[in-house]
């Protein structure tokens, strides 16, 4: 896979940066550097020249030295010539000697890099330009016309078409015909199968099933790596189980962290799956101590040594996965018209394919980006060929400037579940999407179209990616590219990771670092990390209560020893425990546009975080942070604020002449307001680009705060919290928000005012979630004519009726309903032709509640779940419906 190409995006996106820096560029380089960089955009656009041939899974990393030379030599002038502007600009504002002391020494050395910059970029697209003949071969990718050609078909995971009698046979054997495991002594399934037959994703789409979430108690999944201790994968499995003793794991002998795991275990009935077990022994001592009281629990292994099975348990009966059959191959390719249109081109991709799930998803996704109906691009991979050459090929194709965005992928941990808000908010702060025509939006489903990214999770409003998965066998491709370039750089507690020595080529230090969690003995051995060109350094450490205050002073000890100014853009410290955070962090850092704390525990950060000129993301999610510096406020670039009810009310008075910065902010959760004649209470009219507010305030507050954002026209997400000065849910007074048509997430905690108060709501709302409303009468009448609502969630409190009715027609697109902690509600009745679309119904903690009549009538129903249920209830619904899907928790 040749480098040229990322490296060539990589300095486009380094020339915008500079771009930026506009008073050390005359107008005269400013108009060379766009001509430049405006050519070499095109090239990558309209030109074959970089791609090298594939030939059966051999790579040609680079056959072009110069080129590759060039381009790493144009970033790395970038970079120092960045860290040159912010070191002057820092300086600008100290004493007027030292004003004039840069003037004459430090300016015109900036300049004269710039001028070399703008010069290595010209001859770099000079270079190209000499190399290119746009008469032979065109790609024809012009990006305009291509932007938006394939989207994710909203699928969670990849299709396991074909495999039905495999899922079938595997779900008799965890749970059987009853629906619940018989009481057998502990039984291990082995799902075998061939490298990317799709051993993970059958085993996931089961694991996943509501049927198997409620037959067992406690279910944990661990991906077995390649080199791996025995500790490690019992920490694994420690953090699956809810016990107490997580505090230092680090500490804990192997025999105690067994013994712990095996007194969790015993009384429960639970299924553990060991992902892409090598060796046998490996599970003979798992074997020996996992409880076993007969409960029913299992254990899957899935494995692609098909030896194993049989040595595990010689009587067994495996689920093996074989190559499909031609049939459930061209199911796989029915979402894409281009190929079911062509019967010719579809014999070609399953021919090549051999029945492989993964090979034929690849290539549905790489044809149908192409818009091509033509088997040209098909016939350019050899017979049977492996699926790194598959993988290859999708890669070549991919728009240049996608590339880096897939090769950061590989930060994650392998198998790891990645949040879609935090990998966008990577994404946008690495600048890459400021640099192309795409969204970080279309940037993902670009990728996940091509299937070249699982989306295994979706959020219930809109369908939008929640969670995403590179697959195993793509990780490992990408992974090893990402190093090859130089880009990545790994720190694991694994010996045997190799990754951090391939990371050589950007002037011996790589753009991106990930840190997984390691032992406290291996420490030292990570102290040499360099952030001189480093762009992102995110962590890994997931293990409670364990401090790591060393790895910031080791990371950021020589940039603050020399006052220097890294071009750091990403730290994402999410999840770790109470990481020190150097006081002038902010000081060293004035590039940083990504700061991610969530989840850290910390209780404060320091006063310099002020002096992030750029940064635009700054997350305190789940920390016990409760006031945030006033410097906060000279942040002109602060886009998204995540907070834990944090209160402004005196920094806001201090600082009015800064309020007009927030007009930035497109996000602004956890804001806490104490009194109605805060400055906030009126700002919070002037953030006219804002998204998402999340508020807790007096009820005068909220009254106050909703006649504010009444002309927030973009507003998608509202969440209001009213409670009293002692800390509990107070009236929560609304003014009328029907004006706010772009709002679809409301959730409101407090007590509701009697009478017509759900008609102030927004009519178009998707999903309502109330909560302590203590609305005496049946608010069915009022939201059952929200003929946008899909999605509705009363929770403890939030009614006080002994009926809940659903009219006739009401409830037109509701998919989603939960009905949690309302103590007095003793019948549900929906009358004919309502809830029409309902997908789902959850009942919890309704302990009065004995019938809910016509329920049958509903046919779209496939899931209901009962927890703390009055028993006559569950066997009432259970004795009238057929078909769905049902499930009893007794947790």
């Keep these: 896979m040749d480098a040229s190409d990322v490296a060539i995006s990589l300095v486009i996106c380094s020339s915008l940066h500079v771009l930026s820096v506009e008073k050390f560029l005359s107008s005269g380089k400013h108009a060379r550097m766009e001509k430049a960089i405006n050519h070499l955009q095109n090239i990558l656009n309209t030109s074959k020249l970089l791609e090298s041939s594939t030939n059966d899974g051999q790579q040609s990393y680079d056959c072009r030295p110069r080129l590759l030379d060039q381009a790493q030599h144009a970033v790395v002038m970038a970079d120092k010539l960045l ?113 990317a037959i799709g051993k993970t994703v059958l ?177 350019q991979l050899a017979d049977n060929p492996t699926l790194r050459a598959i993988v290859s090929l999708s890669y070549h194709k991919l728009p240049s400037l996608l590339k880096p965005c897939l090769l950061y992928l590989c930060l994650f941990p392998k198998e790891s579940a990645i949040s879609i808000r935090r990998l966008f908010r990577l994404w946008h702060a690495e600048g890459w999407v400021q640099a192309s025509l795409f969204t970080v939006e279309e940037c993902f489903e670009e990728l996940a179209g091509r299937n070249l990214v699982q989306v295994v999770r979706r959020r219930k409003v809109g369908g939008r990616p929640k969670l995403c998965r590179v697959p195993s066998f793509l990780y490992d491709i990408l992974c090893e590219m990402a190093t090859q370039l130089g880009l990545l750089q790994i720190h694991s507690n694994t010996k045997h990771t190799d990754h951090s020595k391939k990371a050589e080529v950007f002037n011996g230090c790589p753009l991106w670092t990930a840190k997984y969690e390691e032992d406290r003995r291996e420490h030292h051995q990570h102290s040499g990390i360099r952030l001189q060109h480093l762009r992102s350094y995110v962590f890994f450490y997931t293990q409670k209560r364990v401090t790591r205050s060393r790895d910031m002073e080791e990371l950021l000890g020589p940039l603050i020893a020399k006052g220097d100014c890294g071009l750091l853009r990403v730290l994402d410290l999410e999840g770790v425990y109470k990481p020190r955070l150097p006081d002038r962090i902010g000081n060293v850092l004035p590039n940083l546009r990504y700061l991610g704390l969530r989840r850290t525990a910390l209780d404060s950060i320091p006063e310099s975080v002020g002096n992030m000129s750029s940064l635009e993301t700054l997350d305190l999610k789940y920390t016990n942070v409760r006031n945030l510096p006033s410097s906060i406020w000279k942040v002109k670039s602060i886009q998204h604020l995540y907070m834990n009810e944090v209160c402004f009310d005196e920094s806001t008075s201090r600082h009015k002449s800064s309020l007009k910065y927030l007009s930035n902010l497109q996000t602004l959760w956890g804001l806490c307001i104490e009194v109605a004649t805060s400055p906030m209470v009126d700002v919070l009219s002037e953030m006219t680009g804002l998204e998402k507010l999340g508020l807790t305030g007096s009820s005068l507050v909220v009254e106050e705060a909703t006649k504010s954002i009444s002309d927030l026209k973009i507003i998608r997400s509202l969440k209001l919290r009213a409670r009293d000065l002692f800390g509990q849910h107070s009236n929560l007074n609304l003014s009328d928000m029907t004006g706010l048509v772009s709002l679809l997430d409301l959730y409101l905690l407090g007590r509701m005012p009697q009478g017509d108060s759900l008609k102030l709501l927004p009519r178009n709302l998707r999903m309502l979630t109330l909560s302590m409303s203590r609305l005496i009468h049946d608010p069915m009448s009022v939201l059952g004519a929200f003929e946008s609502l899909e999605i509705l969630n009363l929770l403890g409190g939030s009614y006080t009726g002994e009926e809940l009715l659903c009219g ?83 947790k």
């Design 83 to 195: 860290m040159e502007a912010s070191r002057h600009l820092k300086f600008c504002k100290g004493p007027l000697a030292k004003i004039r002391t840069l003037v004459h020494f430090m300016l015109p050395r900036i300049c004269t890099m710039a001028l070399d910059f703008v010069t290595i970029v010209e001859d770099l697209s000079t270079h190209l330009s000499q190399m290119q003949d746009l008469s032979q071969d065109p790609l024809n990718l012009d990006k305009t016309a291509h932007r938006g050609s394939v989207r994710w078909d909203g699928k969670v995971e990849s299709d396991i078409v074909g495999r039905e009698d495999e899922v079938n046979k595997l779900l008799a054997q965890l749970i059987g015909e009853d629906g619940y495991p018989d009481a057998l002594s502990l039984r291990v399934i082995s799902v075998v199968g061939e490298e």
């Design 203 to 379: 085993v996931r789409s089961v694991y996943n099933r509501l049927e198997i979430d409620h037959s067992f108690q406690c279910r944990i999944w661990v991906h077995v790596p390649e080199e791996f201790t025995m500790k490690d994968l019992l920490v694994k499995i420690m953090k699956q189980i809810d016990v107490l003793e997580l505090n230092d794991l680090e500490h804990k002998g192997e025999e105690k962290i067994k013994e712990i795991i095996y007194n969790s275990l015993v009384e429960l009935r639970y299924l553990i799956v060991f992902d892409n077990l090598r060796k046998i022994e490996d599970m003979d001592e798992f074997m020996i101590f996992l409880a076993d009281r007969r409960s029913g629990s299992r254990v899957i292994v899935t494995t692609r040594i098909p030896e194993i099975p049989s040595l595990i348990d010689p009587w067994a009966s495996p689920v093996k996965l074989n190559e499909l059959n031609a049939d459930a191959g061209a199911c796989l390719l029915r979402e894409c018209s281009s190929i079911v249109d062509n019967p010719g081109l579809k014999a070609r991709i399953l021919s090549k394919c051999s029945g492989s799930p993964l090979r034929i998803l690849l290539l549905r996704g790489l044809v149908a980006a192409s818009g091509d109906s033509s088997a040209v691009m098909v016939d």
């Design 808 to 890: 006739s027609g009401s409830f037109p697109k509701l998919r989603v309903l939960k009905l949690w902690k309302l103590e007095r509600v003793k019948d549900v009745h929906v009358q004919v032709n309502a809830l029409r679309c309902l997908e789902e119904l959850e009942i919890k903690n309704c302990g009065l509640l004995k019938s809910i009549h016509s329920l049958s009538d509903v046919e779209s129903l496939k899931q209901i779940r009962l927890i703390k249920v009055n028993e006559n209830l569950a066997t009432k619904i259970k004795r009238v419906l057929t078909g769905q899907v049902f499930a009893t928790q007794d």
